[in-house]
């Protein structure tokens, strides 16, 4: 079955980096659009970045943009988010998602359904 398996989550000072690393099994890596979202304590479970097949292109939450950024290996079957300059509201669980059927689940908040979803990692970013 798939599995997504995210790490690299932790506690970091504000204006600091991290890196989150999602590993896949059970899919055919290389044919999927690959996404992150967070969640935040009281929140709603948000976009944050997703990538094409072959890294061709990228997508950004207006948050995020230029702080973060999304890359894949495909020959690793992981899927990557570099966080820097983060922020305390960047501070929530993490987690990568894969689409069951079309691609555009990702990018619609009404499908969250229609995603295979990781366990998450938690990120706290402290001022």
């Known amino acids: 079955q798939v599995q997504l398996v995210e790490s690299g989550g932790g506690l970091v000072q504000a204006g600091g980096s991290l890196r989150l690393s999602c590993a896949t099994s059970?899919?055919?890596?290389?044919?999927?659009?690959m996404g992150w979202f967070r969640q935040a304590p009281g929140k709603e479970r948000e976009f944050v970045a997703a990538?094409?097949?072959?890294?061709?292109?990228?997508y950004y939450a207006d948050s995020v943009k230029g702080r973060f950024t999304i890359s894949r290996d495909n020959a690793k079957n992981t899927v990557y988010l570099q966080m820097n300059s983060l922020k305390v509201e960047d501070t929530a669980v993490y987690y990568c998602?894969?689409?069951?059927?079309?691609?555009?689940?990702?990018?619609?908040?009404?499908?969250?359904?229609?995603?295979?979803w990781g366990q998450g990692t938690q990120v706290t970013v402290s001022s």
């Open positions: 998602a894969a689409p069951r059927g079309s691609y555009r689940a990702l990018f619609d908040p009404r499908e969250k359904e229609s995603l295979y």
């Open positions: 059970g899919l055919i890596f290389s044919n999927y659009v």
């Open positions: 990538i094409t097949q072959s890294s061709g292109s990228t």
